[in-house]
């Protein structure tokens, strides 16, 4: 049997505790709570959480489903958080929790799912991404957007909080690139990011018109080791280092001066785990930016050869490049920091060291030794 851990206890048990908790206990701390009022039902809001709340994840075999559902078993306990999505899962995901076939182009299929689990959370990753998206338009508009749609119904119908990611491909050329904010122009030139603006609108819209608690987090290029490149447009970023562990050279699709927003999965995670917790009276907005750094092909090669001096890398840009001229080289998340107190952990070397590191549990590399890396991380 699952024993329960309240999320206010587990998340301080394991320093992963949302910073607007801690924010709230600074001020209890200063004797400043009373100018803060809306904080003041905080703690009772999740210690008045008799059951944990049952979570399900569409397309949770892509970058963050796998991740984010071991962070959300680790507060609610395995069995409140079902995977699903449309391949076979492996044996070790199999082990650790329920997982499902779910196409969310099946309303049908969806609605049992929901109910026969009782639903409470749903977490909707499923979509085509940006450059995948462009070489098959009418699949990308029917499951970003015909997908989407069946969601969106079920988490009214049956009062779910629900949670779709949108991305920096939801902006365009006319958008500000530099300091990109929450609320600009987006008009962006690909069906994924078409399909992400029509995702925050029509979020926005049944938040107004039916109340459904709906949240969405633009997330910039994510990097991770845990997953193999997808063929995003921001890939090269995770790419890069397994192609320089191996064969200690990489070709870049992208230009070395293409700066993009990035964020390191662990703080990904992080940040739609706190977010998921925040009351709604905290939320001034439906759609926040979040980011951690902004970096170019040829920065990041800089800072890995500090560990791989010789690393040979050549450029050779392909479509993405168009992609990516189109997108914002630097997020403002200022509103997210401000609302409810995000931040970021790593910065690009930290990211370096971690993506490093994180690779070579699991193969060796001809081009750099992980205790020598440990070493040198710790100098």
Not at 122 to 150: D, K, Y
Not at 307 to 327: F, M
């Amino acid at each position: 049997m699952n024993s329960y851990l309240s999320p206010y206890k587990f998340l301080k048990a394991t320093k992963f505790l949302p910073q607007w908790v801690l924010k709230r206990e600074k001020f209890i701390q200063q004797g400043q709570l009373s100018a803060y009022s809306s904080l003041s039902n905080l703690h009772g809001n999740f210690e008045k959480l008799q059951k944990p709340p049952k979570i399900l994840i569409t397309g949770s075999l892509g970058q963050l489903g796998t991740g984010l559902a071991a962070k959300f078993r680790e507060i609610y306990g395995p069995s409140n958080v079902v995977m699903s999505d449309i391949i076979q899962a492996p044996d070790h995901l199999l082990n650790k929790g329920p997982y499902l076939f779910a196409d969310v182009l099946d309303f049908k299929n969806l609605q049992e799912i929901i109910v026969n689990h009782r639903v409470d959370w749903l977490i909707h990753f499923s979509a085509l991404l940006s450059a995948i998206g462009e070489n098959n338009v009418p699949l990308a508009m029917r499951i970003n957007i015909e997908g989407l749609h069946n969601i969106m119904e079920l988490a009214k119908q049956y009062k779910l909080r629900l949670f779709v990611p949108s991305t920096i491909g939801a902006f365009g050329p006319d958008s500000p690139l530099n300091l990109t904010p929450d609320v600009c122009i987006q008009r962006p030139k690909t069906i994924y990011g078409v399909s992400k603006v029509h995702a925050e609108l029509l979020g926005e819209y049944y938040n107004h018109k039916f109340g459904l608690d709906f949240r969405c987090l633009r997330f910039p290029g994510v990097i991770s080791a845990d997953t193999a490149p997808g063929g995003g447009t921001t890939d090269y970023a995770v790419d890069i280092f397994l192609k320089a562990l191996k064969f200690g050279k990489f070709k870049c699709y992208l230009k070395p001066d293409t700066r993009l927003p990035m964020i390191y999965i662990d703080d990904c995670l992080r940040a739609l785990v706190e977010y998921m917790h925040v009351p709604q009276d905290w939320l001034q907005r439906r759609t926040y930016n979040i980011t951690a750094m902004s970096f170019t092909p040829a920065e990041l090669v800089q800072a890995i050869r500090k560990y791989i001096p010789d690393l040979e890398v050549t450029y050779e840009p392909d479509s993405r490049q168009k992609i990516a001229e189109n997108w914002p080289q630097v997020f403002d998340d200022t509103n997210a920091r401000k609302d409810w107190n995000w931040s970021h952990r790593l910065d690009i070397d930290g990211l370096v060291r971690e993506m490093l590191v994180k690779i070579l549990e699991t193969q060796s590399s001809p081009y750099v030794d992980r205790n020598t890396l440990m070493a040198q991380s710790n100098a």
